[in-house]
T-cell receptor
Framework: DAMVIQNPRYQVTQFGKPVTLSCSQT?????MYWYQQKSSQAPKLLFH???????NEADTPDNFQSRRPNTSFCFLDIRSPGLGDAAMYLC?????????????FGQGTRLTVV | GQNIDQPTEMTATEGAIVQINCTYQ??????LFWYQQHAGEAPTFLSY??LDGLEEKGRFSSFLSRSKGYSYLLLKELQMKDSASYLC??????????WGAGTKLIIKP
């Protein structure tokens, strides 16, 4: 059974049109991450939540926002997608600091900007 | 700065053995992870090393030397389905995962 679920798997959006990607988890993990991954590159951390505490990476563009209304759900909002934002967006969870476990990934959402 | 290095691409033959190396320089160390990623899919966890030595899990083994900032992933009895990218990631002192760019492994019959 899928433990980290991302919807949709594929998303096409228009240039400049706001889009929201969703992630849910059944693991009850404290930490949720959003990564951006472009072809043949490492996943790039955009931000993460430790419980409700939001941590933004310094180089994450303001165009990217996130919400975590409860433990199970996390959303990535792209306010005005540009062509350069086309990528795979990966959501991951882990148990958190002090409990070293692997990060569990969702299947990803591939975003196309037209 | 923090840095993870691994070869961009490797080629091996079905049935053979291949070793994928990873070197790292990070602020602190809370373990090293190996992930497998097939094209267009999310990474899946393979192994975790936090102490020096070899961890074996079926056809896959992972080795760590903390003093050298070095790890390798060893894949035995290669199968065509092992064709994928293999990502090395280090958890730093802030419990953040620092990722390498991945090694694309091509398996030939």
């Amino acid at each position: 059974d899928a433990m980290v679920i991302q919807n949709p798997r594929y998303q096409v959006t228009q240039f400049g049109k706001p889009v929201t990607l969703s992630c849910s988890q059944t693991l009850n993990h404290n930490v949720m991450y959003w990564y951006q991954q472009k072809s043949s590159q490492a996943p790039k951390l955009l931000f993460h939540y430790y419980d409700k505490d939001f941590n933004n990476e310094a180089d994450t563009p303001d165009n990217f926002q996130s919400r975590r209304p409860n433990t199970s759900f996390c959303f990535l909002d792209i306010r005005s997608p540009g062509l350069g934002d086309a990528a795979m967006y990966l959501c991951a969870t882990s148990r958190g600091s002090g409990h070293i476990t692997e990060a569990f990934f969702g299947q990803g959402t591939r975003l196309t900007v037209v | 700065g923090q840095n993870i290095d691994q070869p961009t691409e490797m080629t091996a033959t079905e049935g053979a053995i291949v070793q994928i190396n990873c070197t790292y320089q990070t602020s602190g160390f809370n373990g090293l992870f190996w992930y497998q990623q097939h094209a267009g899919e999310a990474p899946t966890f393979l192994s975790y090393n936090v102490l020096d030595g070899l961890e074996e899990k079926g056809r896959f083994s992972s080795f760590l030397s903390r003093s050298k900032g070095y790890s390798y992933l060893l894949l035995k009895e290669l199968q065509m389905k092992d064709s994928a990218s293999y990502l090395c990631a280090v958890m730093d002192s802030n419990y953040q995962l620092i990722w390498g760019a991945g090694t694309k492994l091509i398996i030939k019959p």
